[in-house]
């Protein structure tokens, strides 16, 4: 019982230091047509990223050849929230299916992944390499 009460309580400790972060994906926002907000969040291993089904049409989905090794890739359904849990730190990217060549894209940081460490894959629709750009160039935490 003592051993049962001591994982119980290291699992609670771990479970209480994950955040929950929570991405809208709007039609419009602060930053133009089709996006998520915020567009760039910093997250620790294990927060987990609470999709908000804010206005209709949109997924997330991560993008293949944007994600640290060992990170588990994932899509949501379109108008559908997703949560998703992210354990692997490093850069992920991800898009909104229907509106990627749209630039509906954000980035993800976990842990303290150095900015030369973001790699943008070459076939990425061009609006959305702007989009990552943009992103990079206002958020001054990571252009320091």
């Not at 991560?62 to 354990?87: D, H």
């Not at 980035?107 to 150095?114: E, F, I, K, W, Y």
Request: hydrophobic share 45%; charged share 15%.
């Amino acid at each position: 019982a003592a051993l049962c009460l001591g994982g119980c309580a290291v699992l609670a400790a771990l479970s209480a230091s994950a955040d929950t972060l929570e991405v809208k994906m709007l039609n419009r926002g602060p930053h133009g047509a089709m996006v998520y907000e915020p567009e760039f969040i910093q997250a620790a291993p294990g927060d987990t990223l609470q999709f908000r089904a804010s206005s209709n049409g949109h997924d997330a989905v991560s993008i293949a050849g944007m994600a640290p090794a060992g990170a588990t890739a994932f899509r949501g359904k379109v108008n559908e929230e997703i949560a998703v849990t992210l354990t692997e730190p490093g850069w992920y990217g991800i898009k909104c299916q229907p509106h990627y060549a749209m630039g509906m894209v954000m980035l993800v940081r976990v842990g303290d992944a150095p900015l030369s460490q973001l790699a943008v894959p070459a076939d990425v629709p061009e609006q959305a390499r702007q989009r990552f750009d943009a992103i990079v160039s206002r958020t001054p935490a990571l252009t320091k």
